[in-house]
Nanobody, 118 residues
Framework: QVQLVESGGGVVQAGGSLRLSCAAS????????MGWYRQAPGKPRELVAG???????NYVDSVEGRFTISRDNDKNTLYLQMNSLKPAHTAFYYC????????????WGQGTQVTVSS
């Protein structure tokens, strides 16, 4: 079973930046599409950024131009650079598989909390 561990969250003022990391316990990134999901209080979990194993990235409109997803396959690590943060970006952030591999194939990790103050 693959374990996913997210880190890098914290409290930041609006306009600030954070870099999230997702480490996998096995070498999977060369074979699967991975993405970052977020879950805000009282809302369902949603996919915000994806990265195929071929290097194609995609974003939801609300984070396009602000967030950048990247991966280091050798280190089994996925990243999310978050710039120009807004209070609306406050949520728990998780990583997991995404299309075309499939949504949320592995057991969800604990996530990392991002809080953006105004």
């Amino acid at each position: 079973q693959v374990q996913l561990v997210e880190s890098g969250g914290g409290v930041v003022q609006a306009g600030g930046s954070l870099r999230l990391s997702c480490a996998a316990s096995r070498s999977i990134f060369s074979f699967v599409s991975m993405g970052w999901y977020r879950q805000a209080p009282g809302k369902p979990r949603e996919l915000v950024a994806g990265s195929t194993n071929g290097g194609v990235t995609n974003y939801v409109d609300s984070v396009e131009g602000r967030f950048t997803i990247s991966r280091d396959n050798d280190k089994n690590t996925l990243y999310l650079q978050m710039n120009s943060l807004k209070p609306a970006h406050t949520a728990f952030y998780y990583c997991n598989t995404t299309t075309p591999t499939g949504l949320g194939y592995y057991t969800w990790g604990q996530g990392t909390q991002v809080t953006v103050s105004s």
